[in-house]
């Protein structure tokens, strides 16, 4: 493996830990604090496409897909107040989301590369954010997929609530998606700071 690759696999495999970790902490009502961390995949995704190409990008997304395993088999093993702190819903959700919209990511960024330098990241975090989010909670949490974990009780999640407390009313996985939805969103644009300082740096580095 190349060396140069170590920092941004480093990198992805510490904020996939941070997350799973962070995701049983909650903020606020509709948020956990691995909210906030997650997204920070896609920024590090995104700077090493930006700096040694596709094929580094993919292998840093597939390094941090095999940690997000790693996280779940564990969580799987660890029981909570309702259960294991991950079940198999959550399990798929989390892996299949995440390598879905990682690579989404790279490939849009890839065709948006020549573009204006903020296009590719922007375009790419936006997209791949929407479609993790998507994924997962629907797969976690919808009652029309409760076929895939018969034995996991998720009928708390379809509870009839306000969208966010004041919206049409909506079962509560969709308030607990859109406001995570909202979050990556957010960072996605924050993120274009230390994604220029970052790559700027790295660039000059590689030349």
Same mark, same amino acid.
């Given at each position: 493996?190349?060396?140069?690759?170590?920092?941004?696999?480093?990198?992805?495999?510490?904020?996939?830990?941070?997350?799973?970790?962070?995701?049983?902490?909650?903020?606020?009502?509709?948020?956990?604090?691995?909210?906030?961390?997650?997204?920070?995949?896609?920024?590090?995704?995104?700077?090493?496409?930006?700096?040694?190409?596709?094929?580094?990008?993919?292998?840093?997304?597939?390094?941090?897909?095999?940690?997000?395993?790693?996280?779940?088999?564990?969580?799987?093993?660890?029981?909570?107040?309702?259960?294991?702190?991950?079940?198999?819903?959550?399990?798929?959700?989390?892996?299949?989301?995440?390598?879905?919209?990682?690579?989404?990511?790279?490939?849009? /960024?890839?065709?948006?590369?020549?573009?204006?330098?903020?296009?590719?990241?922007?375009?790419?975090?936006?997209?791949?954010?929407?479609?993790?989010?998507?994924? /997962?909670?629907?797969?976690?949490?919808?009652?029309?997929?409760?076929?895939?974990?018969?034995?996991?009780?998720?009928?708390?999640?379809?509870?009839?609530?306000?969208?966010?407390?004041?919206?049409?009313?909506?079962?509560?996985?969709?308030?607990?998606?859109?406001?995570?939805?909202?979050?990556?969103?957010?960072?996605?644009?924050?993120?274009?700071?230390?994604?220029?300082?970052?790559?700027?740096?790295?660039?000059?580095?590689?030349?």
């Amino acid at each position: 493996m190349n060396s140069k690759y170590l920092p941004g696999i480093l990198a992805m495999a510490a904020i996939v830990v941070a997350s799973n970790i962070l995701v049983q902490v909650l903020f606020g009502q509709w948020l956990t604090w691995g909210a906030f961390t997650y997204p920070l995949a896609f920024l590090v995704t995104d700077v090493m496409n930006r700096v040694y190409g596709v094929a580094a990008a993919r292998r840093v997304v597939f390094v941090g897909f095999l940690v997000g395993v790693g996280c779940s088999l564990i969580g799987t093993q660890i029981m909570g107040e309702f259960g294991p702190l991950v079940t198999l819903r959550i399990a798929l959700g989390s892996g299949i989301a995440f390598l879905t919209a990682q690579l989404l990511d790279v490939a849009i /960024f890839d065709r948006l590369r020549r573009g204006a330098w903020w296009q590719a990241p922007v375009f790419s975090s936006m997209i791949g954010s929407s479609v993790d989010t998507a994924l /997962f909670f629907s797969i976690a949490f919808s009652a029309r997929l409760s076929w895939l974990e018969p034995g996991n009780d998720v009928a708390w999640a379809g509870e009839m609530l306000p969208l966010l407390g004041a919206g049409p009313v909506a079962p509560l996985w969709v308030s607990l998606a859109v406001a995570d939805w909202g979050v990556k969103l957010a960072i996605a644009l924050v993120a274009l700071i230390p994604f220029r300082i970052l790559t700027r740096k790295l660039i000059v580095q590689v030349a």
